[in-house]
């Protein structure tokens, strides 16, 4: 059993997008050397941990995500030395180092599909392989749609498996694991032991509802495989089927055998907290995105009640809730906050498209992601605080078409403009052509930043006190001694458009309506979103208050 109160059940954790994090070699990708040089800014912010995004060999057919080998580091990242150095060095910052597992699938290029490819039959069991319907077998299996878009299946040109066909819920490159295979499961097991002998405190665990089919891959008998795994219970035969939780007992055993604590945290994105609080039981995974956070529209009401309900399911399994605002996936939270709010919560990626006719109101959206920013920080449980969040950068909306990588783009026959926008090198500075992401200023980065963001830099923000980054820099201190052990989430009666609760001494408030509204007598602000927050406060603006005293 944890310990009472583990690092992992109040930490504040940064998500490092590691190709866009920082360059330290000027090929205009990021790389372990860029992070390592950037730790130290990591942990004068305040972070508790790092989350890194896939660093292993890959084709890149999805950003790393379609892993080739996982047991050592891609080439354009650095070396597996260069990885154990970084986290021998975060971790003598005081920064824990989380990894990102992809089990869901593996690369085409992986040694086991090539070896299935080529005949191999143990190689083939390992993976989803088929006929295909119809009398010359060039339908596919069934019906399943890839997250992407177009089928979930790809027919085999070539060699002895020539018109087969396999699974593929994401991207052609990244054909599905069958984790009914014995051999897969015990890869797996061993993947993690050997990061965890490396040093590494946890794993993200990505689509982690997904490893399990139903028996037969039945058809879906629903026009879209990727929607429905946030639509009713049952609604899918490729999603969060119950098989899947014997796979992370046996995690949890791996993860037990080691000391100082190695946890895990489960991206699954599955139809009520209800479904993912049973990832969460006590044998299983420790924590999980609880993605309703990232999903609330801004209005007091919906906030209040998902912050409800995130609360008590991971309550009824012993878990602490997980709040994250955005992630590599989805449109960036000033950008989500910058047109007009749905009643409904927010379906990340595929309101894309109704947003497509708004213009943005940046300066609106990034006075409530900074709200926002103070809502989650201080809430109980964990915060993920994705890389750029800091420092309000928002969606960039306008790449050229030929500059596009997220095959979300070509998948979904040039429809979805997909996630890119989320994905820009990060401003460091103010003063070359990269902002200082890249080593070498002439280096082109892998997608081009924007014109305007020296104003957003690390740089700029460092000289301005009222900067986002200096906002986040102040709640981070302030978090541990005003909300970290204060105890339960207690709502107060603060009127149409605000929402308001108590922890322990202090309040956090946030008026999401269109007036300013009075602060309570005998508290005092403790910090504010905004510049001037002292007894009234103005629509979009959160503050936290010390009541005692
Ligand atoms: O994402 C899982 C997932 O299903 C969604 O986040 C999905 O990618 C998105 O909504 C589509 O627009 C994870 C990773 O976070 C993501 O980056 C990968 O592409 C995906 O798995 C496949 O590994």
Sequence with gaps: MAPESSWWQTAVVYQVYIRSFADGDGDGIGDIKGLAVRLPYLAALGVDAIWINPWYPSPMADAGYDVADYRDIEPAYGTLDEAQA???????????????????HTSDRHAWF???????????????????????GDLPPNDWQSVFGGPAWTRVATGPLKGQWYLHLFAPGQPDLNWDNGEVRDEF???????????????????????????????????????????????????????????????????????PERIFIAEAWVPSNERLARYLRPDELHTAFQFDFLRSPWRADALRSVIDDAIGSAASVGAPPTWVLSNHDVTRTVTRFSRSQPEH????????????????????????????????????????????????????????????????????????????????????????????????????TWLPQ???????????????PDSTLNLYRAALKLRPALWRDAGEVKWLDAGAGVAAFERGGAQCWVNTGTESVDLPAGTSVALASWPGVDTVLPPDTAVWLRTAG
Aim: charged share 30%; glycine share 10%; hydrophobic share 40%.
């Design 86 to 104: 970084l986290i021998a060095e975060a971790h003598g910052l005081g920064i824990r180092v989380i990894l990102d597992i992809v089990p869901n």
């Design 114 to 136: 090539r070896a299935a490819l080529e005949g191999d039959p143990a190689a083939a069991e390992r993976y989803h392989f088929r006929p295909g319907r119809g009398a010359h």
């Design 189 to 259: 097991e061993d993947i993690l032991a050997f990061w965890f002998d490396r040093g590494v405190d946890g794993f993200r665990i990505d689509v982690a509802h997904g490893l399990i089919k139903a028996p037969g891959l039945p058809d879906g008998a629903q026009a879209d495989t990727a929607q429905t795994m946030l639509q009713v219970e049952g609604a899918h035969p490729a999603w969060d089927q119950d098989g899947v939780h014997e796979i992370y007992r046996g995690w949890r055993r791996v993860a037990d055998r080691y000391s």
């Design 345 to 444: 919560l927010i379906e990340t990626d595929w309101e894309r498209a109704r947003w497509a006719g708004e213009e943005p109101d940046h300066a609106l959206g990034r006075r409530r992601a900074r709200a926002a920013a103070l809502i989650q920080l201080a809430l109980p449980g964990t915060a993920y605080v994705y890389q750029g969040e800091e420092l309000a950068l928002e969606e960039i909306e306008d790449l050229p078409a030929e500059v596009r990588q997220d095959p979300t783009w070509a998948q979904s026959g040039f429809t979805d403009v997909g996630r890119d926008g989320c994905r820009i090198p990060l401003p460091w500075n103010d003063d070359d052509r990269t902002y200082g992401f890249a080593a070498d200023p002439a280096a082109v």
């Design 450 to 464: 924007p014109g305007h963001w020296a104003q957003h830099s690390v740089e700029a923000q460092d000289r301005d």
